[in-house]
């Protein structure tokens, strides 16, 4: 998987290099709103990577907040399609790994016996279609994304249940999450 | 353009579908009790094979061997001639077990609610002598769960199961984490005590004392006579506040911890103890020693004793009318303790073992600390300190008072 990974990258990356033109630093950076079944929650993106002529790829990082605070850390590539001048529709795919940020408190004593959760990271993807439009003299842009986001996560919590003397019995629980909500982003790239 | 606008269709179409829906798979451990009638049960308790220790709970010494509870499901026989190499010789199968006393030739030992009285005259050749039914009823299933009390429960078989918890979403959104939150079914007694014929730990809740044997159930100390051994009768029942845990014999008094104080009992008359003096303190679990004119008592959090101190109180009990508190030390999580000269050995939970010299009770210096093992109870006895860990049982030599010298180690095997 890993291997397959690595291969489409350097393919991306060699196609857009060994094309004509001079590929350039290029970075988007959005704020949006995620809006699934069970929440709506702000999300934080940026986005730093090369562009050239219609296609960019870099690597995202992040804040989303949707349901369970998490930092998505994924490639992505886009593809554009200039529709008139200084405006473009784009298409955009990510994937990558899910980080969830919880306030893991380690051993929780409520009085009522120990909880030890886990958080165990997962896989990310998105897909969406952009509209950018040039500003100014140079390569900035406004960013309008509307697309889907797709997170998942584990969470593994070993229970220890009360009792007068040890070893109390201890219960072993997992969750698996897996998050869907529509993303729309807007931001500011060059 | 128009081939934009196709694109845009089929792409808002597929967001709006139901590919929106979250989910969250939720695994959890199912246990399914095994039943044996009693008789069955009654006839296996005697000394079987021996079996790897897998969760160890109380002990007791007698002589060269060592009673080793297996929670739940009986005691280990152990050959501890040579400490430096204890040899696991028998297991003697008690359902329900946690708490074991030994007088002369006979253990008592819990069976869920009943009392059960083992001869072990040879202990590599146990046999049941009689049940007293209903000596712990607090031991009794809670929650939700209702036993068949006709028959016994010898095992449970445990299961993983997945299920949809996605209907929780709405409402237990939580920025940090889902936990489980089930009951506890029954919450576990346990059992011990001091007397001429071995020595116990400091987390016992029954002891033989002389010619009687003192049950703490949770809100009552029951005594029996021994004086036949093999036919216990009951001569008096104490009523208590509720949540007493631990008894500690000490001369002619029984030390017992409570989850809001230590009580001290005057056995003079040892068919009917007295309240002769107690100690409050925080709401906290909290097994007790004493030696000389000072007990020892720990208090942690995070048990049945819903407290949230975790320190070493220790008491002046020159009067034992009227204990009072000398010195306060901070802990992580102690359990059990035991005393042995000055040197004071506290296990300390998941920080490991701790090695005192308490010979000045109201200041006393850490000498040892050793890491890397969650402590439950200790006996120090002979040079020997045997500690009972969550992976194990272990042995020290403190020959020297300022080091602890690891002698050998039955480590527990849960793949067996």
């Known amino acids: 998987m890993k291997k397959s990974l690595l291969l489409v990258c350097l393919l991306t990356v060699s196609v857009m290099i060994s094309a004509q033109g001079k590929p350039r630093f290029s970075s988007q950076n959005t704020a949006g709103i995620l809006v699934g079944s069970s929440d709506n929650a702000p999300q934080l993106q940026t986005i730093n990577g090369i562009s050239?002529?219609?296609?960019?790829?870099?690597?995202?990082?992040?804040?989303?907040?949707?349901?369970?605070?998490?930092?998505?850390?994924?490639?992505?590539?886009?593809?554009?399609?200039?529709?008139?001048?200084?405006?473009?529709?784009?298409?955009?795919?990510?994937?990558?790994?899910?980080?969830?940020?919880?306030?893991?408190?380690?051993?929780?004593?409520?009085?009522?016996?120990?909880?030890?959760?886990?958080?165990?990271?997962?896989?990310?993807?998105?897909?969406?279609?952009?509209?950018?439009?040039?500003?100014?003299?140079?390569?900035?842009?406004v960013l309008l994304q509307l697309g889907f986001s797709n997170k998942m996560?584990?969470?593994?919590?070993?229970?220890?249940?009360?009792?007068?003397?040890?070893?109390?019995?201890?219960?072993?629980?997992?969750?698996?999450?897996?998050?869907?909500?529509?993303?729309?982003?807007?931001?500011?790239?060059? | 353009m128009k081939k934009y606008l196709t694109l845009l269709l089929f792409f808002t179409a597929f967001l709006f579908q139901s590919c929106l829906k979250d989910k969250i798979l939720y695994t959890y451990t199912m246990a399914i009790p095994v039943y044996k009638s009693k008789t069955e049960v009654?006839?296996?308790?005697?000394?079987?094979?021996p079996q790897p220790v897998q969760s160890p709970g109380k002990l007791f010494i007698r002589g060269n061997y060592i009673f080793l509870n297996e929670v739940d499901k009986g005691v280990h026989v152990i050959d501890n001639s040579n400490p430096a190499n204890p040899v696991l010789k028998a297991f003697i199968t008690i359902p329900g077990n946690l708490d074991i006393a030994v007088k002369g030739n006979t253990l008592y030992a819990d069976l869920y609610t009943d009392l059960v009285v083992v001869d072990i005259t040879n202990p590599l050749a146990a046999r049941?002598?009689?049940?007293?039914?209903?000596?712990?009823?607090?031991?009794?299933?809670?929650?939700?769960?209702?036993?068949?009390?006709?028959?016994?429960?010898?095992?449970?078989?445990?299961k993983d199961t997945t299920v949809d918890y996605s209907a929780y979403l709405s409402w237990e959104k939580r920025d940090v984490m889902l936990y489980a939150t089930a009951g506890t079914g029954g919450m576990q007694n346990n059992a011990n005590g001091g007397s001429p014929s071995g020595i116990a730990g400091?987390?016992?809740?029954?002891?033989?004392?002389?010619?009687?044997?003192?049950?703490?159930?949770?809100?009552?100390?029951?005594?029996?006579?021994?004086?036949?051994?093999?036919?216990?009768?009951?001569?008096?029942?104490?009523n208590m506040p509720w949540n007493i845990e631990t008894?500690?014999?000490?001369?002619?008094?029984?030390?017992?911890?409570?989850?809001?104080?230590?009580?001290?009992?005057?056995?003079?008359?040892?068919?009917v103890p007295v309240l002769e003096g107690q100690?409050?303190?925080?709401?906290?679990?909290?097994?007790?020693?004493?030696?000389?004119?000072?007990?020892?008592?720990?208090?942690?959090?995070?048990?049945?004793?819903?407290?949230?101190?975790n320190q070493l109180d220790v008491l002046d009990i020159t009067s034992m009318s009227s204990p009072f508190l000398l010195h306060s030390y901070t802990m992580t999580n102690p359990h059990g303790l035991s005393k042995s000269g000055d040197l004071l050995f506290i296990c300390d939970g998941r920080d490991g073992l701790k090695m005192y010299d308490a010979g000045n009770p109201g200041s006393i210096v850490l000498k040892k600390h050793i890491t890397g093992l969650e402590t439950y109870d200790a006996i120090a006895w002979n040079?020997?300190?045997?500690?009972?860990?969550?992976?194990?049982?272990y042995q020290y030599d403190f020959s020297n008072p300022s080091s602890l010298t690891l002698r050998s180690k039955i480590s527990v095997n849960r793949n067996k």
């Not at chain 1, 629980?173 to 993303?183: C, D």
């Not at chain 2, 809740?205 to 036919?231: G, K």
């Not at chain 2, 008894?247 to 068919?271: H, Q, T, W």
Request: with cysteine.
């Open chain 1, 52 to 141: 050239w002529q219609n296609w960019f790829t870099g690597i995202g990082t992040g804040i989303d907040w949707y349901y369970q605070r998490s930092i998505p850390l994924f490639w992505e590539v886009e593809r554009g399609f200039l529709i008139a001048p200084r405006r473009k529709f784009y298409f955009s795919s990510g994937a990558g790994a899910n980080f969830p940020w919880g306030d893991s408190p380690g051993y929780i004593s409520n009085g009522w016996g120990t909880a030890a959760p886990k958080m165990i990271p997962g896989f990310c993807w998105n897909a969406g279609l952009g509209y950018k439009v040039t500003v100014g003299k140079q390569n900035d842009a």
């Open chain 1, 153 to 190: 996560h584990r969470e593994e919590v070993t229970t220890v249940y009360p009792c007068f003397n040890p070893p109390c019995p201890e219960n072993k629980a997992s969750y698996k999450y897996n998050f869907r909500a529509l993303s729309l982003k807007l931001g500011w790239g060059f």
């Open chain 2, 42 to 49: 009654y006839a296996n308790i005697r000394s079987n094979e």
């Open chain 2, 128 to 158: 049941f002598e009689k049940y007293i039914p209903m000596v712990f009823p607090s031991r009794n299933y809670g929650g939700s769960f209702i036993a068949d009390s006709s028959r016994v429960i010898v095992d449970w078989i445990r």
């Open chain 2, 202 to 238: 400091s987390m016992a809740r029954f002891s033989a004392v002389d010619n009687y044997l003192y049950c703490l159930n949770s809100s009552q100390l029951r005594t029996y006579s021994l004086s036949n051994p093999l036919d216990p009768q009951q001569a008096s029942a104490v």
């Open chain 2, 247 to 271: 008894l500690y014999p000490f001369r002619d008094k029984l030390f017992i911890g409570s989850s809001s104080g230590m009580f001290i009992y005057n056995i003079s008359n040892p068919a």
């Open chain 2, 279 to 309: 100690f409050q303190h925080a709401r906290s679990c909290d097994p007790v020693i004493a030696d000389g004119n000072y007990a020892y008592v720990t208090l942690r959090d995070g048990s049945a004793c819903f407290g949230t101190s």
């Open chain 2, 383 to 393: 040079n020997n300190l045997i500690v009972v860990a969550k992976d194990g049982l």
